[in-house]
Structure formats: structure tokens, C-alpha cells
């Protein structure tokens, strides 16, 4: 839905309700001021759409002077280095394009298959009718890039695929579970910002980014430098989703705060934004080592381009609400059962406690408490797992549930809980379970 659009609607009824209104002297003051306050709210929603999807917050400063990562989309034909990205390649690897931003007459080309998606030059194309979901690009008059930055949206957000597979309208608050963060910024020429902070070779370093694969990042790698579990899986973590999230208290999986905390955190730690950040616990050496030696628990940058669009970025998050399952996607008289197993016998409510489905209040367990080993868990500073919410999971089921993936089905997670607090479910209790989950 165009916020744009209803906000001007909603602008012009409000002026013609002032015009026509010669009654207001009968209206109180209080309207007046009941008003203002729907109309600041929906600008600043609009706001916080316009930086969740376009804002870079200067992120370029890592992406192109410190990566080069432009040089490898263009390639050596175009300018750059290697054989560049085309666009095929880019939606292999994950990338989205929005629909929207195609003129008509590419829209029927592409149909026709007449666009050459096998053409770096086509990519950058893309970039300049700013067509790629997350990815910003500027781009000369001579179709030159001259530099590319992230947003919010490249992971936290989708297509519906309306167009074909990797080209839609834009899905906000979706987790991109096909991304592969990692082989992208292992297309960098230059990984020095890596090979420095965590102190090994580049060889080392894409080793380490080509384990993540898609749907995965690791936001703690750069703090810690933990790359691999103890048993040598990956450290990385799936990507939420950003919406549903309107009464959560922690957020993150292991709870590091609030959205408007971890919306500063991850524009200036992660994706290289030019932002103010405060963070203390940063600063405890024996967790986070890196953070600690490097400064990362208190950055001031000169231009702070982050602090000024946290307020509206969080009121657009809050405003995402989780999508309802579609009809036929779930067997509605099971999942009619599933929420009483949920509630009674399986004691899920306990901790997923309705409408939110995490707690009200602190919503951090032990990973005793849920049966799982501690490794991210002592990654993050509470050492800690959050209750994740759960509406929304149908959108998400790529890619497997918990924090890494562990769980491949919704079946595996209900034996988990199963066997973890000895419930007892008989088959058909399970299977009602995971249909209540699915309907969600
Ligand atoms: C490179 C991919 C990437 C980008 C870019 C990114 N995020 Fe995230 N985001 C993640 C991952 C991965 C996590 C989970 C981190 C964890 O738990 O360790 C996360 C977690 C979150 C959460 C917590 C969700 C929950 O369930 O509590 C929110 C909110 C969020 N991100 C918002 C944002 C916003 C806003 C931006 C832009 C300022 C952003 N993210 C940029 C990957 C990304
Ligand atoms: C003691 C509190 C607690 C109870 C009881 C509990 N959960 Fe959870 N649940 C959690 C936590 C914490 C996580 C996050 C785990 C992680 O980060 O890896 C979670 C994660 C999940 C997920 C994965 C969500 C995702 O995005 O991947 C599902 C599904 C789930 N729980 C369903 C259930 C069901 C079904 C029950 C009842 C059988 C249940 N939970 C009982 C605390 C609980």
C-alpha cells in the first residue's frame, strides 16, 4: 500500500474538512489537536518508509571506499574489476527487484525476454532507476557506477514475485531468506576492513562469509570474532523479520534491546553508516574483543546521519504488522485444536503468551530453559535467548526456526519442546500444533 498516497488523502480531507467546517467555532480546540496528531503520525510513518528502503546513512564510506564493491558489479568492461554482477547472477545470489520502479516499456521488454540479464550493464541499469531492493547505486550520466550503499530493506525485505521469481512490489518487514550476505561482500575486491579487524588472511576471511549462505549474517563476527560453533557449523544467524513487532519488549534473538537501540547499532556497526553510537557493554573485553579494542561501544562521527531518522524508523517498524497466513495454507479445524494444545498441554503460551507471542515484560530465557546449547546465546550481552515472536512464521519458514537454523521443519520444533519438557503429545496433537503455527 502507497503511505504517500494516503497521507495525502488523508491531508486533503483534513483541509476540507477544514473548509467546510465553518461550524469549528462549535468545535473544540481538542479536535483540532486529535487531529494534528493522526496527520504528524502518518507523515512520520511515511518518513520512516522513505529510510527503511532508501536511506544509506552514508554507508557508502564502507561499501565503495573501503570494499570497492562497485568495481566488482561493474566489472572490468565497465570499468571496474572481475567479470561484474549481472543481473542473473544477482537474483541467484538473493537480490530483489521492485516492479514499481521498471517503466512500463522495460517491464515489456523484459517479458519478452529482449532485456540481456546476462549484462553487468543491465545491473547497473537496475541500480540507477533504483530498481534493487536495499541496494543504492549512483550511477554518471555515461553509466558509469560510481558507488553503491545498503539499507535496512536489502535484508529486511521481499517481493511478492508478482512479475516472476525475484521481481515484485516490495514486501516490508519480510526477512529476504534467500539472501547470501555473505557471497556478496565476498565479491569485494578489497577485504581489508575484515583481514584488519579480525587480524587473519583473505582467503580466511571469504572461507568464513561463503559459510554463512542464504537467509544468514553474522552481526556479532566484527565484536567477537567468532566465526564457527564449536561443532564448526557457522556462527552466523537467519535474518528476522522487522514487522510484528509493536509491543516486544527485546529484540534481536538474544536480546540485545529495544528497535530503536539495535536500529542505531546496526546503521553504524554493521552496515558502516555514519552514526552515533553508545553502547557500554561494547567495552567488556572478554566478550567482545574486538568491539572493546576498537572503540565500537562509543562512535561519534562528525556528520551523524542516523540519530535524526531513528524516532521515524521505529514508528515504521512498529507499524508493520505481521501478514496473515493465507486461506488454504493451513487446515483450519486442526489449527482450531493446535491453539488449545498450545495453550494447555504443550504450555507454549507459557512463554509465546497471545496476541504478541513473547512475553510481556522480560522476554529473555536461559538456554537451559529451552533445551538448546549456550553458543549465540553467550554471543549476545544478556547471554540469553528472546522469545521469538511467532506471528508471521509462514513468511519465514525458509530457511529452518531458532536462531541459526537448526530446526529444519516446524515438526523438528515441536519434538524438540516435546521431548525438552516431556509433554507427551500424542501424534495428532503435534500435527494439530504445526498447523496452529502455520495459521499464525
Ligand atoms: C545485512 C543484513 C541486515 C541489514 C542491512 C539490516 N539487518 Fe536487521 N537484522 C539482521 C539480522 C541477521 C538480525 C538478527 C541479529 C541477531 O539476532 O544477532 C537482524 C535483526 C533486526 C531486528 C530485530 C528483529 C526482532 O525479531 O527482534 C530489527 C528490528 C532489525 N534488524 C531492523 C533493521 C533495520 C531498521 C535496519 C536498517 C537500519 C536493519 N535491520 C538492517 C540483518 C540485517
Ligand atoms: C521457556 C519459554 C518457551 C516455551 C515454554 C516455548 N518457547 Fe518457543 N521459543 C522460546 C525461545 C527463547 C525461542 C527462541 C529460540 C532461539 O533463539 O533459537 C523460541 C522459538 C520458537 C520457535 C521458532 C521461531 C523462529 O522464528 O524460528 C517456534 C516455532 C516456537 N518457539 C514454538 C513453540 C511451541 C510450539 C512451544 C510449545 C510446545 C514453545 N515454543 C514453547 C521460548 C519458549
Redesign the pocket.
Known amino acids: 500500500m502507497n503511505i504517500r498516497k494516503l497521507l495525502i488523502g488523508f491531508q486533503a480531507f483534513a483541509v476540507a474538512w477544514l473548509l467546510i467546517m465553518p461550524l469549528q467555532v462549535f468545535a473544540s480546540d481538542r479536535h483540532f489537536r486529535d487531529a494534528r496528531v493522526f496527520i504528524d503520525t502518518l507523515r512520520s510513518i511515511s518518513k520512516g518508509q522513505q529510510a527503511?528502503r532508501h536511506d544509506t546513512?552514508g554507508d557508502e564510506v564502507f561499501w565503495t571506499d573501503r570494499l570497492r564493491l562497485h568495481e566488482a558489479i561493474a566489472g572490468e568492461s565497465l570499468g571496474g574489476v572481475g567479470p561484474g554482477v549481472d543481473p542473473a547472477t544477482a537474483l541467484a545470489v538473493g537480490l530483489k527487484v521492485d516492479v514499481k520502479a521498471l517503466p512500463k516499456r522495460l517491464q515489456r521488454a523484459l517479458k519478452r525476454g529482449e532485456v540481456d540479464l546476462t549484462d553487468p550493464a543491465t545491473t547497473i541499469a537496475l541500480l540507477q532507476l533504483d530498481a534493487v531492493v536495499?541496494v543504492k547505486g549512483e550511477v554518471t550520466d555515461s553509466g558509469r557506477l560510481e558507488s553503491i550503499g545498503?539499507?535496512?530493506a536489502?535484508?529486511?525485505s521481499t517481493v511478492d514475485d508478482s512479475f516472476t521469481s525475484g521481481i515484485g512490489r516490495r514486501l516490508d518487514g519480510w526477512a529476504n531468506r534467500d539472501?547470501d550476505?555473505g557471497v556478496i561482500i565476498s565479491l569485494a575486491p578489497d577485504l581489508s576492513a575484515f583481514t584488519d579487524l579480525l587480524n587473519v588472511d583473505e582467503q580466511t576471511v571469504r572461507t568464513v562469509l561463503t559459510s554463512w549462505g542464504p537467509g544468514?549474517?553474522?552481526?556479532?563476527l566484527l565484536l567477537d570474532g567468532k566465526a564457527f560453533r564449536p561443532d564448526g557449523g557457522s556462527a552466523a544467524?537467519?535474518?528476522?523479520?522487522?514487522f510484528g513487532?509493536a509491543g516486544?519488549n527485546l529484540?534481536?534473538?538474544?536480546g540485545?534491546g529495544s528497535?530503536t537501540h539495535?536500529?542505531a547499532f546496526?546503521?553504524t556497526l554493521?552496515?558502516g553508516?555514519q552514526g552515533t553510537l553508545y553502547d557500554p557493554r561494547l567495552n567488556d573485553f572478554d566478550k567482545f574483543p574486538i568491539a572493546a579494542v576498537n572503540g565500537f561501544g562509543d562512535v561519534r562521527p562528525e556528520q551523524d546521519r542516523v540519530t535524526p531518522k531513528l524516532g521515524v524508523?521505529q514508528q515504521y517498524?512498529l507499524a508493520l504488522k505481521a501478514p496473515k497466513a493465507p486461506r488454504g495454507s493451513y487446515n483450519k479445524d486442526a489449527a482450531n485444536r493446535g491453539k488449545r494444545v498450545f495453550e494447555q498441554q504443550g504450555d507454549c503460551a507459557r512463554c509465546h503468551v497471545p496476541p504478541l507471542f513473547s512475553e510481556p515484560g522480560w522476554n529473555l530465557h536461559s538456554p537451559e530453559e529451552i533445551g538448546i546449547d549456550d553458543f549465540q546465546a553467550r554471543r549476545?550481552p544478556e547471554d540469553s535467548y528472546?522469545t521469538?515472536?511467532l506471528k508471521g512464521l509462514w513468511t519465514h519458514s525458509k530457511g529452518g526456526f531458532y536462531?541459526d537454523g537448526r530446526f529444519a521443519t516446524l515438526m523438528d520444533v515441536v519434538e524438540h519442546y516435546d521431548t525438552t519438557f516431556n509433554l507427551l503429545l500424542s501424534q495428532d496433537a503435534k500435527s494439530d500444533l504445526v498447523e496452529y503455527l502455520k495459521s499464525l
Do not use: Y
Open positions: 527503511f546513512f536495499g545498503i539499507t535496512c536489502l535484508c529486511h539472501l550476505v544468514k549474517f553474522d552481526a556479532s544467524v537467519l535474518i528476522p523479520p522487522a513487532l516486544i529484540h534481536t534473538w538474544t540485545w528497535i539495535w536500529n546496526v546503521a554493521e552496515m553508516g524508523l517498524q549476545g528472546r521469538a515472536p536462531h
